[in-house]
Protein backbone atom coordinates (compact mmCIF):
# COMPACT_ATOMS: atom_id res chain seq x y z
CA UNK A 1 0.00 0.00 0.00
CA UNK A 2 1.22 3.59 -0.50
CA UNK A 3 0.23 6.58 1.65
CA UNK A 4 -0.01 10.30 0.37
CA UNK A 5 -0.34 12.77 3.23
CA UNK A 6 -1.83 15.95 2.94
CA UNK A 7 -3.43 18.62 4.97
CA UNK A 8 -0.09 20.78 6.88
CA UNK A 9 0.14 24.28 6.55
CA UNK A 10 0.85 26.98 9.45
CA UNK A 11 -1.42 28.04 12.05
CA UNK A 12 -1.28 30.37 14.96
CA UNK A 13 -1.54 28.82 18.28
CA UNK A 14 -5.46 28.11 19.01
CA UNK A 15 -6.04 26.94 15.69
CA UNK A 16 -7.53 24.28 14.00
CA UNK A 17 -6.06 21.69 11.02
CA UNK A 18 -7.00 18.43 9.22
CA UNK A 19 -4.49 15.78 8.07
CA UNK A 20 -5.87 13.48 5.40
CA UNK A 21 -3.15 10.29 4.62
CA UNK A 22 -5.16 8.80 1.47
CA UNK A 23 -4.05 5.33 0.38
CA UNK A 24 -3.53 3.32 -2.60
CA UNK A 25 -3.83 -0.54 -2.79
CA UNK A 26 -6.19 -3.34 -2.47
CA UNK A 27 -6.91 -4.22 1.58
CA UNK A 28 -7.32 -0.82 3.18
CA UNK A 29 -9.80 -1.75 5.35
CA UNK A 30 -7.65 -4.39 7.19
CA UNK A 31 -4.76 -1.96 8.12
CA UNK A 32 -4.43 0.04 10.98
CA UNK A 33 -3.46 3.71 10.21
CA UNK A 34 -1.41 5.34 12.82
CA UNK A 35 0.57 9.36 12.78
CA UNK A 36 3.69 10.48 13.79
CA UNK A 37 5.71 13.61 14.07
CA UNK A 38 8.95 14.19 13.97
CA UNK A 39 9.91 17.95 15.66
CA UNK A 40 13.41 19.29 14.44
CA UNK A 41 16.07 17.89 16.52
CA UNK A 42 13.88 15.64 18.31
CA UNK A 43 12.94 11.87 17.79
CA UNK A 44 10.00 10.51 15.91
CA UNK A 45 7.25 10.04 18.28
CA UNK A 46 3.47 8.34 17.71
CA UNK A 47 0.49 10.55 17.97
CA UNK A 48 -2.53 8.40 17.15
CA UNK A 49 -3.88 5.31 15.45
CA UNK A 50 -6.93 4.32 13.87
CA UNK A 51 -7.48 0.69 14.07
CA UNK A 52 -9.17 -1.57 11.28
CA UNK A 53 -12.81 -2.50 11.68
CA UNK A 54 -14.28 -0.45 14.66
CA UNK A 55 -11.66 -1.18 16.99
CA UNK A 56 -11.01 1.78 19.60
CA UNK A 57 -8.25 4.04 18.35
CA UNK A 58 -5.57 5.51 20.66
CA UNK A 59 -3.93 8.52 21.11
CA UNK A 60 -0.65 10.19 22.79
CA UNK A 61 -1.03 11.76 26.20
CA UNK A 62 -0.04 15.29 25.13
CA UNK A 63 -3.22 15.17 22.05
CA UNK A 64 -5.86 13.56 24.13
CA UNK A 65 -9.08 16.06 23.95
CA UNK A 66 -7.35 17.92 20.83
CA UNK A 67 -6.76 15.19 18.12
CA UNK A 68 -9.02 13.25 16.74
CA UNK A 69 -8.53 10.12 14.02
CA UNK A 70 -10.94 8.62 11.78
CA UNK A 71 -10.96 6.95 8.62
CA UNK A 72 -13.21 6.53 5.43
CA UNK A 73 -12.83 3.22 3.89
CA UNK A 74 -14.90 3.65 1.36
CA UNK A 75 -12.42 6.80 0.07
CA UNK A 76 -9.35 4.75 1.67
CA UNK A 77 -8.83 7.54 3.53
CA UNK A 78 -7.39 8.48 7.43
CA UNK A 79 -8.42 11.77 8.71
CA UNK A 80 -6.41 13.42 11.65
CA UNK A 81 -8.80 16.51 13.12
CA UNK A 82 -6.34 18.67 14.69
CA UNK A 83 -8.30 21.44 17.38
CA UNK A 84 -6.25 24.09 20.03
CA UNK A 85 -2.75 23.35 18.47
CA UNK A 86 -0.16 24.50 20.40
CA UNK A 87 3.60 25.41 18.89
CA UNK A 88 4.73 22.29 20.63
CA UNK A 89 2.60 20.40 17.75
CA UNK A 90 4.94 21.90 15.11
CA UNK A 91 6.00 19.17 13.55
CA UNK A 92 6.21 16.69 10.12
CA UNK A 93 3.64 14.54 10.33
CA UNK A 94 3.80 11.04 8.86
CA UNK A 95 1.08 8.50 8.81
CA UNK A 96 2.01 5.00 8.66
CA UNK A 97 -0.01 1.43 7.97
CA UNK A 98 0.22 -2.08 9.05
CA UNK A 99 -1.60 -5.19 9.57
CA UNK A 100 0.81 -6.51 11.51
CA UNK A 101 -0.88 -5.18 14.90
CA UNK A 102 -3.83 -3.27 15.86
CA UNK A 103 -3.12 -0.66 17.98
CA UNK A 104 0.36 -0.31 18.02
CA UNK A 105 2.59 2.99 19.43
CA UNK A 106 5.74 1.78 17.81
CA UNK A 107 7.42 2.99 15.02
CA UNK A 108 8.74 -0.38 14.13
CA UNK A 109 5.90 -2.29 14.01
CA UNK A 110 4.69 -0.78 11.04
CA UNK A 111 5.36 -1.17 7.12
CA UNK A 112 4.80 1.95 5.36
CA UNK A 113 4.83 5.21 5.34
CA UNK A 114 3.80 8.58 3.79
CA UNK A 115 6.28 10.82 3.03
CA UNK A 116 5.21 13.76 5.41
CA UNK A 117 3.53 16.94 5.69
CA UNK A 118 5.04 19.75 7.97
CA UNK A 119 2.57 21.37 10.46
CA UNK A 120 3.99 24.89 11.81
CA UNK A 121 1.90 26.42 15.06
CA UNK A 122 2.86 29.98 15.97
CA UNK A 123 2.45 31.72 19.26
Known amino acids: VQLQASGGGSVQAGGSLRLSCEAS????????IAWFRQAPGKEREFVAV????????KYAESVKGRFTVSRDDARATVYLQMNSLEPADTAVYYC?????????????????WGQGTQVTVSS
Open 50 to 57: KPWSNNRE
Open 25 to 32: GRAFSSYA
Open 96 to 112: AATRRTIRSMAGEDYDY
